[in-house]
């Protein structure tokens, strides 16, 4: 059998880089068609909604074995997304600009809560760093070293003089990387500082995919460094649908390094014993993380 990996989907038609470099377009056996499962998406299955039927079919990013011109399976996965749609990502990296608009921690917190999720790392750029003086500048790299303390890599980037770029490459080599964050941050400047030509390879593989060069219904990667760039449109718009509230103090990975008194305690209130709570008035919890929690938590508790 042959081998290649899906890089478009549309319509039931998938777009299969093989290993010689050439795209082949072609459909899914049946039994791939046809076989589904489900997902709990809260604890109770006390209402319909709470169980979403999936169709156990090859996602982009997926590896496909090829026998006589049909997709006849795909090799296990190292993780899944379902919004978007996508396979064996390695990281996410997430673009958000220093101003204009305005840096979000909350927003930050809601993308990493929901990527951490599904077992996939985010990689954080801060772009537009020439809108802030100097002083805001040292100020928000000072926050975001609580970032890097959690174990995430944290860039700061200037795409128009390409301050930070030759070091975010390094990142991006022999990884599949899903490109996301806050809406208006610059990402395709980013993008196009990173590969000069990356407009005119989007609008040749649009061409061979026989897609407008402006379509951005699908998800569709493209190859960069022996690895792939994703472009994934609406993953700017994240929320807490899939999460449960009280799965969230678990995303938070720094809450398990403060023990607290209380079982089953949610962290809401400032009570005695509560070794978060300490954790955010000694400072060592970042106060704006806390923040984010409680409002992500408020928002499912309101529901």
């Known amino acids: 059998m042959e081998q290649g990996r899906v ?39 006390s209402k319909k909604k709470d169980v979403q039927y999936i169709k156990n079919s090859p996602k982009v990013g997926d590896v496909v074995l090829i026998d006589n011109d049909m997709i006849d399976s795909y090799m296990p996965r190292k993780n899944e997304m379902i919004r978007p749609d996508i396979a064996n990502v390695d990281q996410i990296l997430l ?9 979000s921690f909350y927003l930050l917190d809601l993308f990493i809560v929901n990527i951490i999720r599904e077992k996939i790392k985010p990689l954080i750029v801060i772009s537009k760093i020439d809108k802030l003086s100097e002083e805001e500048l040292l100020d928000l790299k000072s926050k975001m070293k ?28 022999n990884k599949i990387t899903v ?27 649009s061409k061979s995919l026989g897609r407008g060069k402006h379509t951005t219904r699908e998800t569709n990667l493209y190859v960069y460094e022996n690895g792939f760039i994703g472009d994934t449109p609406g ?42 709570h300490e954790a955010v008035n000694n400072g060592l919890i970042l106060k704006s993380r806390y923040e984010s929690y409680l409002k992500m938590y408020q928002l499912k508790e309101n529901k």
């Open 7 to 45: 890089i478009n989907l549309c319509g039931g038609v998938y777009k299969v880089l093989m290993e010689n470099g050439e795209i082949k377009s072609l459909k899914a056996r049946g039994k791939l068609r046809s076989e589904k499962t489900y997902q709990v998406n809260n604890k109770s299955l």
């Open 95 to 103: 673009v958000f600009a220093a101003k204009e608009p305005d840096f």
């Open 235 to 276: 993953f700017s718009k994240l929320d807490l649908s899939m999460i449960d509230k009280d799965e969230i103090k678990y995303l938070f990975e720094e809450f398990k390094n403060y023990g607290c008194f209380f079982k089953d305690c949610n962290h809401k209130e400032n009570i005695k014993g509560c070794g978060i």
């Open 146 to 173: 609580y970032y890097i303390e959690l174990g995430y890599d944290v860039l700061f980037v200037n795409s128009l003089t390409k301050e930070g770029i030759e070091d975010l490459k390094e990142h991006l080599k």
């Open 179 to 205: 490109l996301s964050g806050q809406t208006g941050a610059g990402k395709s400047t980013l993008i196009n500082a990173i590969i000069p030509d990356f407009s005119l390879q989007t609008q040749e593989i």
